[in-house]
């Protein structure tokens, strides 16, 4: 049995990472402690699978219990990380608590990952790290920006210390850094999918809940910049393709030992706020109200990803349209409404 064990695997990506490794023959061990998600996501990824997956309930910063979850599920294949806060404002209320769940929950996944001997780890970063770049697309030689809010920094420190740990003279550690850019969409069967909690921050959430009525109107955060319709561009990629890519990173460590590299996971193409809800329009035959409002403070004006290095190295290219992500995002919502 492969197993692999899966950090924030409740999440919103690690639930559909859950699936497709279950798709591609692992089994996967999750860790996730519900502190950004419910626990009805297990009985959805059950849906899928047939069965309901392991699951500890557990906090990544309580190193006793980890070392209890690798002793009774090991001997892991891989470690994915996905468990971390990741709430750009909040982290700037309470950067203390984004240090903690974000760093140092690594920092204890790493040293224990070292005594055992699980070598490959793959671990979630973001295209925040960028910031707003000087050139685009953007690959993975591009220079890091000053993090723009704790959050962003956690992302950075976690990947220089994953390097740091990688290049130890006496290191076995393996490690992928995924830098994802904006992942959006749900799984088809409407069993799993995006579950913000309060008011969403994020663009698709706010505007499936708008189109369901439960807000009254979507702001365009600002349509004086410097783009083709003003409004800020991004890198919307279904969370179904990117799920994919970490099966792709395992596979691609398989047999490599004390290597460290990092992938962007972006579709290589950039939409504007404006064209997402055209789209979305268009798609789905529901209105979105909306507005032009103020810029949002800190928001980059235009970023997508170079997705080349991935295709070629890892195999992996995104399939699904961003029509595709928003249908499957407005069939999660409605999914949501029955309940
Ligand atoms: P999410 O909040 O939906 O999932 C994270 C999961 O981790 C949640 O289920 C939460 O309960 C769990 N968790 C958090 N801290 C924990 C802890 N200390 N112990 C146990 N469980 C804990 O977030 P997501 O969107 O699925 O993001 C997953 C990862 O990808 C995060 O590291 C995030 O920073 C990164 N990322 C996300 C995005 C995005 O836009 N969603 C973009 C780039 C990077
Ligand atoms: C997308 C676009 C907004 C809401 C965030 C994190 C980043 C990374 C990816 C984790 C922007 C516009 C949004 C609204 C709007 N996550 N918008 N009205 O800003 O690219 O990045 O997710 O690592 O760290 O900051 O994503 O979904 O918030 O915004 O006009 O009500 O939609 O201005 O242009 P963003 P987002």
Redesign the pocket.
């Known amino acids: 049995m492969k197993k692999v064990l899966v950090t924030g695997g409740a999440g919103f990506i690690g639930s559909h990472t859950v699936v497709e490794l279950h798709e591609a023959g692992y089994t996967p061990v999750i860790v996730d402690n519900f502190c950004n998600s419910h626990p009805d996501v297990l009985d959805g990824i059950a849906t899928i699978l047939g069965h309901s997956p392991i699951h500890h309930n557990i906090d990544c910063t309580d190193e006793q219990a980890m070392r209890g979850v690798f002793a009774k599920e090991g001997p892991f294949v891989g470690v994915i990380h996905f468990a971390a806060f ?1 709430a ?1 404002g909040a982290s700037v209320n309470d950067p203390l608590s984004y240090y903690r769940n974000n760093v140092h929950a690594t920092e204890i996944l790493l040293r224990i990952m070292s005594e055992l001997d699980c070598t490959n780890l793959v671990f979630s970063s ?3 790290v960028y910031g707003q770049p000087k050139q685009l697309p953007v690959t993975e030689q591009t220079a890091f920006q000053h993090a723009n809010s704790p ?2 920094y956690t ?1 950075q420190v976690c990947e220089r210390i994953i390097q740091d740990v990688v290049a130890a003279p006496s290191s076995a550690t393996s490690a992928v850094l995924l830098r ?3 992942p959006i969409g749900a799984h088809p069967s409407g069993a799993i999918g995006e579950l913000p909690i309060g008011v969403p ?4 959430p ?1 505007i499936t809940q708008t189109a369901a009525g439960k807000r009254k109107e ?5 349509d004086d910049y410097e783009t083709s319709d003003g ?2 561009v ?1 890198d919307y990629i279904h969370v179904v393709d990117l799920a994919k890519a970490h099966v792709a990173a395992l596979h691609w460590l398989t047999g490599k030992s004390n290597v460290c590299d990092s992938f962007n996971l972006g579709t290589g193409e950039g939409n504007t ?1 404006k064209e997402v809800i055209d789209t979305f329009v268009e798609a789905t035959g529901t209105q979105v109200p909306h507005r032009i409002g103020d810029r ?1 403070p800190g ?2 004006e235009k970023i997508w990803a170079s997705a080349t290095k991935a295709q070629e190295e890892l195999g992996w290219k995104t399939t699904l349209s961003l029509k595709t992500a928003l249908i499957d995002a407005w069939n999660w919502q409605q999914k949501l409404e029955e309940q």
């Open positions: 990741k750009v973001s295209c925040t959050y962003g992302k994802y850019f904006n921050e994020n663009l698709i706010y979507i702001v365009i955060f600002g409004t800020c991004r706020v949002r928001d980059v």
